[in-house]
T-cell receptor
Framework: RKEVEQDPGPFNVPEGATVAFNCTYS??????FFWYRQDCRKEPKLLMS???SGNEDGRFTAQLNRASQYISLLIRDSKLSDSATYLC??????????????FGRGTSLIVHP | SQTIHQWPATLVQPVGSPLSLECTVE??????LYWYRQAAGRGLQLLFY??????ISSEVPQNLSASRPQDRQFILSSKKLLLSDSGFYLC?????????????FGPGTRLTVT
């Protein structure tokens, strides 16, 4: 089983749609969780951290389910500019003075007019 | 605020030539530093990380090496490039320990080995 799994997509949605991505992780001792956004040929950029209580930032909502070991990202009212690859990132417990995050392969989102 | 720089932005090198990529971080002290490679259409592969000057941990055995000669400088090198070394090389930093655990990436170097 892969450490962090994501559906690669692509998710092809019209503007204004609501879309949700899930990500599962295998290490139950994982400590922190994030969603990153990566545009084509660019570096990944932090979108949001994911907290146990769930958190929202504008049109984006992230949830963590520790019991089932998955995190989710919900995007409401999709914009053309949301088109990108969304990376799920999980930090296992620190080792050797560092967090060594595990990255999912990413989910591709295409928002069309 | 913290910033991270990488250069060059793009590089085309022949097989067998040496490589040196540089990454510097500003606005923070004693960061953890990381080198990743992303092959076309693939996920991020961690190559090296460093928790301090001169301290390098290798995640994947290969013909690459890394060095950290200064607190905020991280260098990725190779003596002889292979075709399979082509990819998008990303440097990242984070703070440990601390409240914040996320990583921040530099703009990357796109390497093509011909």
């Amino acid at each position: 089983r892969k450490e962090v799994e994501q559906d690669p997509g692509p998710f092809n949605v019209p503007e204004g749609a609501t879309v949700a991505f899930n990500c599962t992780y295998s290490n139950s001792a994982s400590q922190s969780f994030f969603w990153y956004r990566q545009d084509c040929r660019k570096e990944p950029k932090l979108l949001m951290s994911v907290y146990s209580s769930g958190n929202e930032d504008g049109r984006f909502t992230a949830q963590l389910n520790r019991a089932s070991q998955y995190i989710s990202l919900l995007i409401r009212d999709s914009k053309l500019s949301d088109s990108a690859t969304y990376l799920c990132v999980v930090n296992p417990p620190p080792s050797g003075g560092s967090y060594i995050p595990t990255f999912g392969r990413g989910t591709s989102l295409i928002v069309h007019p | 605020s913290q910033t991270i720089h990488q250069w060059p932005a793009t590089l085309v090198q022949p097989v067998g030539s040496p490589l040196s990529l540089e990454c510097t971080v500003e606005g923070t002290s004693n960061p953890n530093l990381y080198w990743y490679r992303q092959a076309a259409g693939r996920g991020l592969q961690l190559l090296f990380y460093s928790v301090g000057i001169g301290q390098i941990s290798s995640e994947v055995p290969q013909n690459l090496s890394a060095s950290r000669p200064q607190d905020r400088q991280f260098i990725l090198s190779s003596k002889k490039l292979l075709l399979s070394d082509s990819g998008f090389y990303l440097c990242a930093w984070s703070v440990y320990p601390g409240e914040v655990h996320e990583q921040y990436f530099g703009p990357g170097t796109r390497l093509t080995v011909t």
